[in-house]
């Protein structure tokens, strides 16, 4: 089987912002755009971004200036995500309050999660980045070392310890994703946190300490199926703050047939070919936004 390259940015990458890092250490300048009435605010509440919504076209991201915002960067959890241009752009936390900016009628908080398909792919990176960092910031208060309170620093991009002074710093778990082929079929599964939705989908798992990428993609092929692997080609990586890891995606010829399944992770599993992915009957697959089904569908196209 030939490679597969990917044609484009996957859905959540491709950022317009210009992350300018050099600013975050700047606190004059920092504390000058705050106060920007054009600098714009990209709100997260309790893991959902803020969006407009129409019918019959895409979601954008709402990013909101100055003005509507107030005082609030004072009083909630903030970060500097980079540069729109010109203007500033801040991720905020309103997870502390029950009615987050009452007063903005053309716009709702959603799980990007859910609707990551429907929204403008520039607006659903933005949206990605703020939700992923914010997340970081509400479990990174105290210290995992000492156990005492942490500050941000560098524009919401560090929290310092009090105590020990340690820096710690945003993490990204990295996660393989792989389309496992044999000739014309595709090893699909269905995962065990989808019992209630017959959603059969390429094989995943976090990479653990001491191992390779390529390693992580046979072990945990071979743990969900039984089912080993060789030739582990990259195709692209897509950013997954769901709550903070980045998918990093692959393809690998099986070098055996029978599957073996980890009934801990997996429902079912099985050989699919081109014609039942093109034409699914009885179950679905996954989201289009998702590495998943770009990994499958640039396969069905090959």
């Known amino acids: 089987m030939n490679a597969i390259h990917p044609t484009r940015p996957n859905a959540l990458a491709g950022s317009p912002l210009d992350r300018a890092g050099h ?20 709100p997260v509440w309790r893991a959902r971004t803020l969006m407009r919504t129409a019918q019959g076209a895409a979601a954008e991201a709402a990013l909101l200036p100055g003005a509507v915002i107030g005082d609030a960067a004072a ?5 500097f995500l980079g540069l729109l241009g010109e203007a ?13 900016l009452p007063g903005v009628a053309d716009a709702a908080f959603h799980d990007l999660r859910r609707i990551g398909g429907s929204v403008a792919p520039a607006d659903a990176s933005i949206m990605a980045h703020a939700r992923g ?27 310092l310890c ?45 990479v653990e300490p001491g191992e390779s990428l390529e390693e992580a993609v046979a072990r945990e092929v071979f743990e969900e199926t039984g089912i080993r692997v060789a030739r582990v080609r990259y195709h692209s990586s897509q950013p997954w703050p769901f709550p903070s890891s980045i ?22 599993a099985g050989w699919f070919t081109r014609d039942q ?26």
């Open 277 to 302: 992915l093109r034409d699914p009957e009885g179950f679905v697959l996954p989201p289009d936004f998702s590495i998943a089904r770009r990994l499958i569908d640039e396969w069905l196209h090959a």
């Open 75 to 79: 009083r909630h959890p903030w970060a």
């Open 247 to 268: 998918m990093l995606g692959f393809h690998a010829d099986a070098v055996s047939r029978d599957i073996v399944i980890d009934a801990n992770e997996l429902i079912e």
């Open 162 to 206: 009090q105590g020990c002074g340690t820096h710690h710093f945003p993490r990204t778990d990295p996660a393989v994703i792989m389309l496992v082929t044999d000739g014309d079929r595709a090893l699909l599964g269905q995962p065990s946190a989808f019992r209630t939705m017959r959603v059969f989908t390429t094989l995943a798992g976090f």
């Open 23 to 42: 600013h975050r250490t700047d606190a004059a300048w920092i504390t000058a755009r705050l106060a920007d009435p054009a600098t714009l605010f990209a």
């Open 133 to 159: 960092l914010m997340h970081w910031r509400a479990r990174h208060r105290f210290c995992g070392v000492c156990g005492a309170a942490c500050v941000p620093g560098s524009a919401g991009h560090v929290a």
């Open 88 to 100: 500033a752009v801040f991720a905020i936390d309103l997870s502390a309050l029950d009615d987050p």
